[in-house]
């Protein structure tokens, strides 16, 4: 502010102060031990979260006058009044305003305290300062009006308007008054923000005296409080002159991040203090409305504080707090699969509904890294029209091109997407004259609608809005110059949004030109991530055919898979404690998802002691391949023909037969024990073959493929060329990958090269690497009528700031790429002739991504990796991104996973999508037999692929999904008696349906059968 008009002002500060006096004798207890101390208090960092407790005496407080608490335990704190969440302290809120509690009766504080900030930051554990004061309202409100018109006069671009605000604050502080006496100066001057610092830090200081308050004199007060009448006059007619041209729609806001620089656990204490900080606004000002997303917060509230959720539903039925977003957490959009996406919905807006009676229609993603093509769709199938996101704003290279446009998804369904753009603090805004005028000008769609969105509050550690935020509310409409403010939910921004004019269109994903390494960091909690959504896919298709009821459980399981999907802690960019946890709940839903499989594998064997059942899942056909850690010597029971067997080098068994399973089907093979075992032939060289291919392993670790059918090398020269680069961004660590991040390090070489494997159903080499520290042993396998070379890494990784990529320099010619994204796929070029191109040096994809000519195509897949690229004819694929920020250790340790390089005629994709499912969807042997039928699903045509079948209140839910972009007539066949409806991704409406029945290009189809 204007430095004499503020110190002139700040003048006035001390005597909105009536009364101030310390609080002594509070309870102290750690756990330990219990004891009565006075600030300030020094307690054990270790100890947290620890407790303080104060009997609070009756008392009373005058019209126009506030009563609060100002408290500084020496960390986060919640308070609690009478046993109940009140408010919270942290380094935004030193102050708790209690004038509620002035009803004669006395009151029990308790305080739960963590000496940290609200980013994690570890805070002195001390306990500094207890107060009890008493606020003259109206003076308070005289000197936050003139900060405010100050603060007006100097953001404004009207220079004759803030030379006029300007003049008549002079005007108004050099008419008031105050004691300036030396005795009083001395009490005052050290409550006055404006020299208090200056007058502490000189060579010598005064004794100043302790302050419990100042009180004006009548008449001096009387005399401010009818000036500033006189002022308010001059500010009205201002007002008039210079009418507000445009509309800022306030919503109070917390984001709390469900973990990120702070465990989860932590996370649950922050909704705590977050809400209960919320709920007491809203008793304070009943203007005051609230948006909270991430219906795991509200579960979690409910269970930890049942009295508080209470209140929260009451707003809720008032229209002052609005659960939005209709996500079970605000989730990443690059790494969960379709299913898991829809699952985010379908729980959130479940709960939404359940505990509130009501859906949110507003998808709410302020701070997620990147979205997905086929998330407009699944919106719009939940019930939900909006999208609001702020995250592009940080683009790195181009700035987004709208802020108000309709977003297309893959199928052609369309959201209302709305970005605002405050330069301040994003998503956490404040409600002052700089932060209203700059998100303001910033709206660069004023043509369309004369509104734009902005939250309010402290947030990502959570903390929410303030007191002075919402004074500033109330003030700021009486101020010419800043747009009018308006305070209401997200959903009725929009429905107040008038329109005028057509809106742009646009049509693809949503790319963040910043954090591309969230694709790949942290490989190894995205690997079991994967693996628990695979594991809750066969769970529920195997549990649908059993008498026993798992879908409770089956509940439980993806609500701990869908929490870890949090934006902060599925793509990498959370502290160690973080990974800790959810390496040991991702496990856990894993091992039970297996354990529901063979309990209802249990109840549905019948018997068949010389009978070994295979189990197709997957929406296509398999080769007959599997592993078994035994040896059995197999026969198919119909046709008597023998399996191939080998015996694998880390000691198991793989069999084969030259046929196929069809998708969703079970075939029964006789077992006999008696045969021996063929030993197994010598092969030394580094060469493999099959009928389809031969492969060349050379001394460096690195291979060539000939395409014996097609007559033609697949790489230039070699491909799989490991390199490891140093990655040093200017700033996220384990968020981003450097630009010109290919210009570092080095190619690593093969430390040693030997097959290990030469049998009559496979061929493996063995490759081993070490650099800096890190071992990496790859094995090539090379399956019998297969064109598709398997690539089994182990990694043992103890590398700092560096990425792993392995490439691809193929023989195609395509300035296109295909890139699967779990619900179908998208098209991204392969120049970089665009400033957009350039910035898409990483991507995200699911299980496969490839490059195809018209002749012939070159696939990469994968059972667990998300970040690649395609440059010109140079596939990649990131395997490991080691930041050291906010886990120095991110990526340490051991790590599994398979990738595939699958070589076809011409540019058919079916095949492609095909062999990723075979990779990632192996048959399932069970021994004796099953009594469910040999086809248990029939889906025609082969264009879709099922993403769940499950028993849901003994109905069965299937979800089909089109991912080749065709259309045509689908037909399916079920061995359950009922009806079928088509029904939407919350199964709540339903239609009656007939197959054949018409099908669209990337639709997802569910059905219900009664």
């Given at each position: 502010m204007k430095g004499k008009l503020w110190r002139m002002l700040s003048e006035m500060v001390p005597y909105t102060i009536s009364r101030k006096e310390k609080l002594k004798d509070w309870s102290f207890s750690d756990g330990s031990e219990e004891k009565t101390v006075i600030p300030p208090f020094e307690w054990n960092f270790n100890s947290a979260p620890v407790w303080f407790r104060k009997e609070l005496e009756p008392f009373s407080v005058a019209e126009r006058q506030r009563a609060y608490l100002e408290l500084w335990f020496g960390g986060e704190t919640l308070v609690l009044v009478d046993g109940k969440p009140y408010g919270e302290i942290n380094e935004y809120h030193r102050t708790l305003n209690i004038t509620l509690l002035a009803d004669g009766k006395p009151h029990t504080i308790e305080a739960q305290v963590m000496p940290r900030g609200l980013f994690g930051k570890p805070k002195k554990p001390v306990f500094s300062e207890a107060f009890f004061t008493i606020i003259d309202e109206e003076l308070m409100r005289v000197v936050k009006t003139l900060e405010l018109v100050i603060k007006t006069a100097e953001v404004i671009e009207d220079k004759a308007l803030s030379k006029k605000l300007l003049d008549i604050s002079e005007e108004f502080l050099s008419k008031i008054w105050i004691p300036r006496d030396t005795e009083t100066y001395l009490k005052t001057a050290p409550m006055d923000p404006g020299i208090k610092d200056e007058i502490k830090n000189t060579w010598s200081t005064p004794e100043f005296r302790e302050f419990f308050g100042a009180l004006l004199p009548d008449e001096l007060r009387k005399s401010i409080v009818d000036e500033f009448e006189r002022f308010k006059e001059k500010l009205k007619k201002l007002k008039e002159e210079h009418p507000s041209a445009g509309i800022v729609h306030l919503v109070g806001h917390a984001h709390i991040d469900y973990a990120w620089l702070w465990p989860v656990e932590e996370t649950k204490r922050k909704i705590l203090r977050t809400f209960a900080n919320s709920v007491l606004l809203s008793k304070l000002y009943p203007e005051f409305v609230y948006t909270q997303s991430s219906a795991q917060m509200y579960e979690d509230l409910k269970k930890n504080s049942p009295e508080l959720f209470e209140e929260v539903k009451k707003l809720v039925e008032e229209g002052r707090w609005e659960p939005v977003g209709g996500m079970w957490v605000e989730s990443d959009c690059n790494v969960p699969s379709l299913e898991s996406l829809i699952r985010q919905f379908y729980y959130g807006q479940k709960f939404f509904e359940k505990e509130f009676g009501k859906k949110s229609r507003v998808c709410w993603l302020p701070d997620v890294f990147g979205f997905s093509w086929v998330l407009p769709q699944i919106l719009r199938d939940v019930g939900i029209e909006y999208f609001v996101t702020t995250k592009l704003n940080w683009n790195d290279t181009n700035e987004f091109p709208y802020d108000l446009c309709r977003w297309r998804g893959i199928d052609g369904s369309e959201v209302l997407y709305f970005s605002f753009k405050n330069p301040n603090e994003g998503y956490n805004g404040k409600i002052d004259p700089d932060t209203i005028c700059k998100t303001w000008s910033n709206f660069r769609q004023k043509d369309l609608t004369n509104r734009v969105l902005l939250s309010f509050g402290h947030g990502d550690g959570g903390g929410g809005p303030t007191e002075e935020m919402l004074e500033n509310y109330r003030i700021m409409n009486q101020i010419p110059g800043i747009p009018h403010l308006e305070m209401g939910t997200v959903g009725s921004f929009f429905e107040k949004m008038n329109v005028d004019g057509d809106l742009p269109v646009w049509d693809g994903e949503l790319y963040l030109e910043v954090h591309r390494g969230t694709y790949t960091s942290q490989s190894r909690v995205k690997k079991l991530h994967k693996e628990a959504e695979d594991g809750l896919y066969l769970a529920e298709l195997i549990s649908a055919f059993s008498d026993r009821d798992f879908s409770e459980e089956i509940d439980d399981l993806w609500k701990a898979v869908l929490r870890n999907e949090f934006h902060d802690i599925l793509p990498g960019s959370s502290i160690r404690e973080v990974y800790e946890d959810a390496e040991k709940e991702l496990t856990f839903v894993k091992e039970r998802a297996e354990k529901i499989v063979r309990e209802s594998i249990d109840s549905l064997r019948v018997e068949g002691e010389n009978t070994l059942t295979l189990l197709n899942a997957s929406s296509f056909p398999?080769?007959?391949?599997?592993?078994?850690?035994?040896?059995?010597?197999?026969?198919?029971?119909?046709?008597?023909?023998?399996?191939?067997?080998?015996?694998?080098?880390?000691?198991?068994?793989?069999?084969?037969?030259?046929?196929?399973?069809?998708?969703?089907?079970?075939?029964?093979?006789?077992?006999?024990?008696?045969?021996?075992?063929?030993?197994?032939?010598?092969?030394?060289?580094?060469?493999?073959?099959?009928?389809?291919?031969?492969?060349?392993?050379?001394?460096?670790?690195?291979?060539?493929?000939?395409?014996?059918?097609?007559?033609?090398?697949?790489?230039?020269?070699?491909?799989?060329?490991?390199?490891?680069?140093?990655?040093?961004?200017?700033?996220?660590?384990?968020?981003?990958?450097?630009?010109?991040?290919?210009?570092?390090?080095?190619?690593?070489?093969?430390?040693?090269?030997?097959?290990?494997?030469?049998?009559?159903?496979?061929?493996?080499?063995?490759?081993?690497?070490?650099?800096?520290?890190?071992?990496?042993?790859?094995?090539?396998?090379?399956?019998?009528?297969?064109?598709?070379?398997?690539?089994?890494?182990?990694?043992?990784?103890?590398?700092?700031?560096?990425?792993?990529?392995?490439?691809?320099?193929?023989?195609?010619?395509?300035?296109?790429?295909?890139?699967?994204?779990?619900?179908?796929?998208?098209?991204?070029?392969?120049?970089?002739?665009?400033?957009?191109?350039?910035?898409?040096?990483?991507?995200?994809?699911?299980?496969?991504?490839?490059?195809?000519?018209?002749?012939?195509?070159?696939?990469?897949?994968?059972?667990?990796?998300?970040?690649?690229?395609?440059?010109?004819?140079?596939?990649?694929?990131?395997?490991?991104?080691?930041?050291?920020?906010?886990?120095?250790?991110?990526?340490?340790?051991?790590?599994?996973?398979?990738?595939?390089?699958?070589?076809?005629?011409?540019?058919?994709?079916?095949?492609?999508?095909r062999e990723a499912e075979e990779l990632n969807r192996p048959l399932l042997a069970v021994s004796g037999r099953l009594n469910i039928p040999s086809s248990f699903l029939e889906v025609s045509p082969q264009n879709f692929k099922l993403t769940s079948l499950r028993k849901v209140k003994g109905k069965i839910v299937i979800r089909l999904v089109e991912i080749f972009g065709t259309s045509g007539k689908l037909s399916i066949k079920i061995p359950w008696e009922g009806k079928i409806y088509l029904t939407n991704l919350l199964e709540e409406e339903r239609k009656e349906v007939s197959f054949p029945l018409s099908y669209r290009p990337f639709k997802i189809y569910t059905f219900v059968v009664e």
């Open positions: 398999k080769r007959f391949c599997f592993k078994l850690n035994e040896d059995l010597n197999l026969y198919l029971s119909f046709q008597g023909r023998v399996l191939l067997k080998q015996r694998t080098h880390d000691g198991k068994y793989v069999y084969f037969l030259d046929t196929e399973i069809a998708p969703f089907s079970k075939i029964e093979l006789e077992v006999q024990k008696s045969t021996i075992e063929k030993p197994a032939r010598k092969d030394e060289s580094l060469f493999m073959e099959n009928e389809y291919m031969r492969v060349e392993v050379k001394e460096d670790g690195t291979i060539q493929i000939y395409d014996k059918e097609l007559d033609r090398y697949i790489f230039e020269e070699k491909g799989n060329i490991l390199k490891l680069h140093k990655n040093i961004p200017p700033y996220w660590d384990n968020w981003d990958i450097a630009e010109g991040v290919e210009k570092t390090g080095y190619t690593l070489k093969a430390k040693s090269v030997e097959k290990v494997e030469f049998g009559p159903v496979r061929e493996v080499v063995r490759v081993e690497y070490e650099a800096e520290g890190s071992k990496i042993t790859q094995y090539y396998i090379l399956y019998r009528k297969s064109r598709r070379l398997d690539i089994e890494t182990k990694i043992d990784w103890h590398t700092r700031r560096a990425l792993l990529r392995a490439y691809f320099p193929t023989t195609v010619l395509s300035r296109r790429a295909r890139f699967d994204i779990s619900g179908g796929f998208i098209e991204r070029p392969t120049h970089r002739n665009t400033s957009f191109e350039k910035a898409r040096f990483e991507v995200p994809f699911h299980r496969w991504m490839d490059l195809s000519q018209t002749d012939f195509g070159v696939s990469i897949l994968n059972d667990g990796k998300y970040g690649g690229s395609v440059h010109q004819n140079v596939m990649a694929v990131s395997l490991i991104k080691a930041g050291i920020f906010p886990d120095f250790l991110c990526d340490e340790g051991k790590h599994e996973f398979t990738y595939s390089i699958y070589v076809h005629p011409g540019d058919d994709l079916r095949d492609v999508v």
